[in-house]
């Protein structure tokens, strides 16, 4: 079945652990990026990846780390996490003649 | 920079009857793709509908179609015949056209509730 993981799909850390929240896709895209989901706000772009070792800022990118070194893993790197990262996190990955398929989502508290 | 914006924060509608989800976006391309998601509680992203900027004709998928007003600006949801199972967030997207470039740029959502 094709699909997007993520993993863990809640989280409660504390300010300042740094944390990593890991999405994984079966589809051999090259595609893949993260969003944040919040209140009134919809869901924006934290960063992307075109493919292996390529990757660039979305729209809201401070605070966060990305890597990718295999294409079906991308994962999101806090590592100074803030009260104001507390927010919904959605991986995507997306074939370039369909659309993007989208994780389960991640909810993360950070207190 | 392209925008979206969904102007109504909450819509409700009786079962079996039909609720429209306005949308409108801004953007100097003219390839561009525009699409409907809907996020149930269970937070899955689940695509309703998309429709290519290039297309006159309104995309349709089952009681799901959209009124695209390309002049205007324009990408409306209507939901026929609404059902339980239609209540959740609706989000409406855009995304360039070209199979590069993949960026979602999101409206704000609607949580749409259906009274039995």
């Known amino acids: 079945e094709a699909q997007v993981t993520q993993n863990p799909r809640y989280l409660i850390t504390v300010t300042g652990k740094k944390l990593t929240v890991t999405c994984s896709q079966n589809m051999n895209h090259e595609y893949m990026s993260w969003y944040r989901q919040d209140p009134g706000l919809g869901l924006r772009q934290i960063y992307y990846?075109?493919?292996?070792?390529?990757?660039d800022k979305g729209d809201v990118p401070e605070g966060y780390k990305v890597s990718r070194k295999e294409k079906r893993n991308f994962p999101l790197i806090l590592e100074s996490p803030s009260p104001n990262q507390t927010s919904l996190y959605f991986c995507?990955?997306?074939?370039?003649?369909?659309?993007?398929?989208f994780g389960p989502g991640t909810r993360l508290t950070v207190t | 920079a392209q925008t979206v914006t969904q102007s109504q924060p909450e819509m409700s509608v009786q079962e079996a009857e039909t609720v429209t989800l306005s949308c409108t976006y801004d953007t100097s391309e003219s390839d561009y793709y525009l699409f409907w998601y809907k996020q149930p509680p269970s937070r899955q992203m689940i695509l309703v509908i998309r429709q290519e900027a290039y297309k006159q004709q309104n995309a349709t998928e089952n009681r799901f179609s959209v009124n695209f007003q390309k002049a205007a600006k324009s990408f409306s949801l209507k939901i026929s015949d609404s059902q339980l199972g239609d209540a959740a967030m609706y989000f409406c997207a855009y995304r360039r056209g070209g199979t590069s470039y993949g960026k979602l740029t999101f409206g704000q959502g609607t949580i749409l509730t259906v009274h039995p």
């Open positions: 990846s075109m493919n292996v070792e390529v990757t």
């Open positions: 995507a990955s997306r074939d370039p003649l369909l659309e993007q398929y």
